[in-house]
């Protein structure tokens, strides 16, 4: 059982930047594929940004391509996402998401993560 919480939510002007954090507990951090999903008002949940267990595996939606950073932190048990240049369109919250896995994965797709926190919001003003 692995949970997850997160911050680093916030409101910012649009052009601005924030830094997300995930803990998870437990002692096999490193074994979780993780990512983060974001989910808007009225739409559906969309993957963000997916990161193998060490980290030697990233992938990003288009949408967030070269403006968002995932990074994980295997000795904190901690995932971050980095976004700078935000956009309005970006408002929504932003959930992290794990999976346990013995080979070394990046998931893209909700339905591969049996673990999810409970999210943080970002709203980006224009």
């Known amino acids: 059982q692995v949970q997850l919480v997160e911050s680093g939510g916030g409101l910012v002007q649009a052009g601005g930047s924030l830094r997300l954090s995930c803990v998870a507990s437990?002692?096999?951090?490193?074994?979780?594929?993780m990512g983060w999903f974001r989910q808007a008002p009225g739409k559906e949940r969309e993957f963000v940004a997916a990161?193998?267990?060490?980290?030697?595996?990233?992938a990003y939606a288009d949408s967030v391509k070269g403006r968002f950073t995932i990074s994980r932190d295997n000795a904190k048990n901690t995932v971050y996402l980095q976004m700078n240049n935000l956009k309005p369109e970006d408002t929504a919250v932003y959930c992290c998401?794990?999976?346990?896995?013995?080979?070394?994965?990046?998931?893209?797709?909700?339905?591969?993560?049996?673990?999810w926190g409970q999210g943080t919001q970002v709203t980006v003003s224009s």
């Open positions: 990161i193998s267990q060490s980290g030697g595996y990233i």
């Open positions: 998401a794990a999976d346990f896995s013995v080979y070394i994965v990046v998931k893209t797709t909700a339905v591969e993560y049996d673990y």
């Open positions: 437990g002692r096999t951090f490193s074994s979780y594929a």
